[in-house]
């Protein structure tokens, strides 16, 4: 059993910043492609921002030049660097890891359980 863990949210006024951290734990033999989504009230969830295994890197163009994700794939970590926060990020972020449990296993999704962040104008 693969579990992602999500650290971090909070309440922020705008114009300031918060770093998400998500830990991947429990039968892992390895892990592709990790992702931030978020969701806000009401609304579907979306992609923030993905790396690869390999460290390729892509973001939706609402958070570019203001969020940076990276991870450490010795510890099973991937980080969301928030900075500039507008109200309009407001939702819960959720991680998402791409995960083989094993060797024999196929590569399965798993999502964390979320985490809230609130920016206030």
């Known amino acids: 059993q693969v579990q992602l863990v999500e650290s971090g949210g909070g309440l922020v006024q705008a114009g300031g910043s918060l770093r998400l951290s998500c830990v991947a734990s429990?039968?892992?033999?390895?892990?592709?492609?990790m992702h931030w989504y978020l969701q806000p009230p009401g609304n579907q969830r979306e992609l923030v921002a993905g790396?690869?295994?390999?460290?390729?890197?892509n973001y939706a163009d609402s958070v570019k030049g203001r969020f940076t994700i990276s991870r450490d794939n010795a510890k099973n970590t991937v980080y969301l660097q928030m900075n500039s926060l507008k109200p309009e990020d407001t939702a819960i972020y959720y991680c998402?890891?791409?995960?083989?449990?094993?060797?024999?296993?196929?590569?399965?999704?798993?999502w964390g359980q979320g985490t809230q962040v609130a920016v206030s104008s």
């Open positions: 429990g039968s892992i033999f390895s892990i592709s492609d």
């Open positions: 790396i690869s295994s390999g460290g390729v890197i």
């Open positions: 998402h890891a791409v995960v083989r449990p094993r060797l024999v296993d196929p590569y399965s999704p798993v």
